[in-house]
Structure formats: structure tokens, C-alpha cells
């Protein structure tokens, strides 16, 4: 599948989280209903990833899946199992706190926002074109990393980010 665009029922907020940090583009909000859900996937064209059968039941759901596991790392293996999307991993592309599509910015352009402690030790920036959060090596930026090694493992992935 080349370009999956999902949108999340209120129960995944982690499973967002990590799917954003993958690079795939996923809305959530938790202050969506049913027929919302329903509706922004219709006009927009993605797939609902839901723990409620329920919605899934609706005929106008054309695209859905349910996810079994609860636990947020193995949620976002069935799902990129379920889709085939091992190779369609973009890491560091994605805003994980808005969704919006983040860019290496020069540490020039971001250096009066940041900490002193930060702007000292660290070099490489990424900016949120969306809502402007700043990502860093050394912070969200190792973490992230070594999410992303475990992962790349555990699918079987070769390829560098
Ligand atoms: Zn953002």
C-alpha cells in the first residue's frame, strides 16, 4: 500500500503517537464521535483503526481494522503488518504531537527558542511546519531512535531511516 492515511477512534492515543513517529499520516482527536469518525474517513479517504467493533459494523465504512492487542508497540506491528507497510517507514517525517510533516531546519532558525543547555550541546533541528515544535538529537530524538532500532528488528527491516 502506498500511501495509507488512517484516522483513530479515542482509544488509541498511543498507538497515534507511534504511528505519527513511523511517518504515516494519522488524525486523532478524542473529542470524536462515531458518524465523525465515519465522516472524516469517508472524505478523506482512510482507514479507521478502532478497538470497537461497532463502528466497523456501519455501512459506510469501506476501510477499517480492528486492533487486537492492547499494548501500543504490538498495536502498531499488527497495523503495519495488517497493511503491508514495512517499507513505507519514514521516520522523523511526521510531527508527533499535531501530525503535521516536520523538516531539518539549521540550528541558525531555531537557536532563540531553544534552552540554553540545548542550543549548547546539540546540532541537528527539526521544526513541525504545523504548530513549530522543535525535535532535537539528544532529547525525543534518542528515544525515538531507539524505538525505531526495535522495531526495525522485530519486523525484520535492513534499511537505514
Ligand atoms: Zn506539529
Given at each position: ?32 464521535d ?10 478523506e479517504?482512510?482507514i ?34 495488517a ?21 531539518e ?7 532563540e ?12 533541528f ?8 522543535i525535535?532535537?538529537?539528544?532529547s ?13 528488528a ?6 537505514t531511516?
Open positions: 500500500m502506498d500511501s495509507a492515511r488512517f484516522i483513530l477512534d479515542v482509544h488509541l492515543g498511543k498507538l497515534a503517537r507511534l504511528l505519527r513517529m513511523t511517518g504515516f499520516d494519522t488524525l486523532y482527536r478524542n473529542d470524536l462515531d458518524p465523525e469518525i465515519i465522516r472524516i474517513a469517508e472524505d479517504d482512510r479507521i483503526l478502532t478497538r470497537d467493533r461497532g463502528i466497523l459494523k456501519n455501512k459506510r465504512v469501506k476501510h477499517g481494522h480492528f486492533v487486537e492487542s492492547t499494548n501500543p508497540k504490538e498495536q502498531l506491528r499488527e497495523v503495519i503488518d497493511f503491508a507497510l514495512k517499507n513505507n517507514i519514514h521516520f522523523l517525517s511526521r510531527c508527533i504531537a499535531c501530525n503535521g510533516t516536520i523538516e531546519v539549521s540550528k541558525e532558525e531555531v537557536q527558542e531553544l534552552k540554553p543547555g540545548t542550543n549548547q550541546y546539540f546540532n541537528e527539526f521544526r513541525c511546519r504545523d504548530c513549530g515544535k525535535y532535537w538529537e539528544g525525543h530524538f534518542d528515544r525515538m531512535m531507539h524505538f525505531y532500532e526495535e522495531m526495525k522485530s519486523l525484520g527491516i535492513n534499511k531511516p
